[in-house]
C-alpha cells in the first residue's frame, strides 16, 4: 500500500481513540492494508522510474505539513498513529533511496524474518491495484475530514 494510504489510517485511528492503545493499532493496521489489493511495482516498471513514488512522497509531505498548519486538538495522535502505521516501511525507504536510488549497495532480497512476513502477506500486489489505492485515499480523504475538520 502507499504510504499515504498508511499515514491517513493510522492517523485516522490514532486521532479518533486519542488513547496509547491506539498506536500498535496503527502499526497493526500496516499489515492489514498490505494485505488488501494494491499497488505494485513490477519488473517491467522499477521503481526508480515510476511516479507513483514521487507522487505519495508529495501527498506525504503535505499530509503533514496540512496536520501542523491546522493545529488540531488531536493532531499530535493523528501524527504519532501516521508515523506508527508507516514505521513497518522505514526499511523500504532506506532500501531505496540509499541502496537502489543512489546505488550504495546493490538491491538484495529482504532477509529478516520479519520482511519475509510483511513481503508475503502482499499477496494482491498488482500495477492495476493504483486503482484500489486511489479509492482509499479518497475515502480515507473523506473520513478524515470528517472527523477532524
Ligand atoms: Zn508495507
Request: charged content about 15%.
Amino acid at each position: 500500500m502507499t504510504g499515504i494510504n498508511h499515514i491517513l489510517t493510522g492517523g485516522i485511528i490514532a486521532g479518533a481513540m486519542a488513547h496509547p492503545v491506539a498506536i500498535p493499532l496503527a502499526f497493526a493496521s500496516h499489515f492489514v492494508l498490505d494485505a488488501l489489493p494494491h499497488y505494485a511495482y513490477g519488473d517491467d516498471n522499477p521503481r526508480s522510474g515510476d511516479p507513483v513514488w514521487k507522487v505519495d512522497s508529495l501527498l506525504i509531505l503535505t499530509f503533514f505539513y496540512i496536520l501542523l498548519s491546522l493545529g488540531l486538538a488531536s493532531g499530535a495522535w493523528i501524527a504519532a498513529g501516521a508515523v506508527a502505521a508507516f514505521s513497518p516501511d522505514i526499511i523500504l525507504v532506506y532500501r531505496f533511496f540509499g541502496q537502489e536510488r543512489l546505488g550504495r549497495v546493490k538491491p538484495r532480497a529482504l532477509s529478516s524474518s520479519f520482511n519475509e512476513f510483511h513481503k508475503n502477506i502482499q499477496h494482491h500486489e498488482t500495477r492495476t491495484g493504483i486503482v484500489d489505492e486511489i479509492i482509499f485515499f479518497v475515502a480515507s480523504l473523506w473520513l478524515f475530514d470528517r472527523l477532524f475538520l
